[in-house]
């Protein structure tokens, strides 16, 4: 398999990384901790990942995009997170981020939380991924850990994706707690990388945990659309949205700006442990939201089957 594929360096300089960051965020939060630390175990509870780490050869890929969701479903635009860590130069990456689940498996659309270690010379792929669909049976979320029923290692559409050695390592922790502006968390930390360092690229990954409050979240029907969506007002009657509670594991990928590869520029699927998961928008709860999170800038930028006509709906 192979896909049109683009790849470019980024701006990751580190300890102007943090003075940006806690600076940017006291703007968002009442309460801003921006530290270096080592990674904790990310193999620990509440996070369960496969490997210990986010260090080490980081990547960016974004793959796909919304235009092959809508206005109508490509159908053909099925990937494989195995291939995609060939294609970044880096097999056996340890990938985490967000996309959509893979339908040609599944059988139905679903919000998908990529948490792969990918195949190697000398390691088996592990699937630690969720996906999170509507319940048919009473239209609430139902979260599954994708290796329960599935043994394959796909994914449809578009997806944003943070790969890495999966090592232990520095990461920049960022704490921040009672929410006094409009940003969402994530979105808080891009925009203050955007003014920083302007038309030069930064991206980052990681997980934070949403440690008190409730967020915003959506999940995508399992049927796509059979009337063309095309407005980001169609986009929204067709999502379900919901409340979900702390604590919520999140898989953030983002890049400050857009370097002319037609990106989403933030993303960010959550999963838990009490049956909750789907795609973050923002805390409902700015009084008394605890964010914690763990981040490493990326290396590398790579953007994999850029669809050829786009738009601008859809990317919320
Ligand atoms: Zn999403």
């Avoid at 139905?108 to 000398?122: D, K, L, Y």
């Avoid at 999963?271 to 008394?288: A, I, K, Q, V």
Wanted: charge should be neutral; aromatic fraction near 12%; hydrophobic fraction near 35%.
């Amino acid at each position: 398999m192979w896909w049109p594929n683009f790849c470019l360096m980024l701006n990751n300089s580190f300890v102007c990384l943090l003075l940006v960051l806690q600076k940017g965020l006291k703007d968002n939060f009442a309460d801003v901790q921006v530290s270096v630390v080592d990674c904790p175990d990310l193999t620990k509870e509440p996070f369960t990942f496969p490997v210990k780490g986010i260090c080490g050869q980081t990547r960016i890929a974004e793959v796909g995009g919304v235009p092959y969701l809508m206005p109508l479903v490509n159908k053909k635009k099925v990937y494989d997170l195995n291939e995609i860590a060939k294609e970044i130069k880096l097999p056996g990456a340890f990938i985490l981020g967000a996309g959509a689940g893979p339908f040609q498996t599944l059988g139905f659309n679903s919000e998908f939380m990529p948490v792969v270690q990918t195949a190697s010379e000398h390691n088996h792929p592990v699937n630690g991924s969720y996906f999170a669909r509507i319940n048919p049976a009473d239209g609430k979320c139902l979260l599954e850990k994708y290796s329960q029923k599935y043994h394959d290692f796909g994914c449809a559409l578009l997806a944003n994706l943070f790969a890495s050695e999966g090592q232990p390592g520095k990461v920049i922790e960022v704490q921040a707690k009672r929410r006094t502006g409009q940003l969402n968390f994530v979105t808080c930390m891009r925009q203050t990388l955007e003014k920083h360092y302007g038309n030069k690229p930064v991206g980052m990954g990681g997980t934070f945990i949403v440690q008190k409050g409730t967020v915003k979240a959506h999940i995508m029907p399992a049927e796509f659309s059979s009337c063309p969506l095309t407005s980001d007002e169609a986009v929204n009657k067709w999502l379900h949205f919901y409340e979900m509670k702390a604590p919520l594991v999140c898989l953030p990928v983002f890049v400050s700006k857009d370097p002319g590869l037609d990106l989403r520029l933030e993303h960010t699927h959550f999963f838990s442990h009490h049956g909750e998961g789907g795609h973050y928008h923002y805390d409902t709860t700015p009084d008394t939201v605890e964010y914690l999170g763990y981040f490493s800038p990326a290396q590398f930028l790579y953007r994999i089957d850029q669809p050829k006509e786009t738009h601008a709906f859809g990317r919320d």
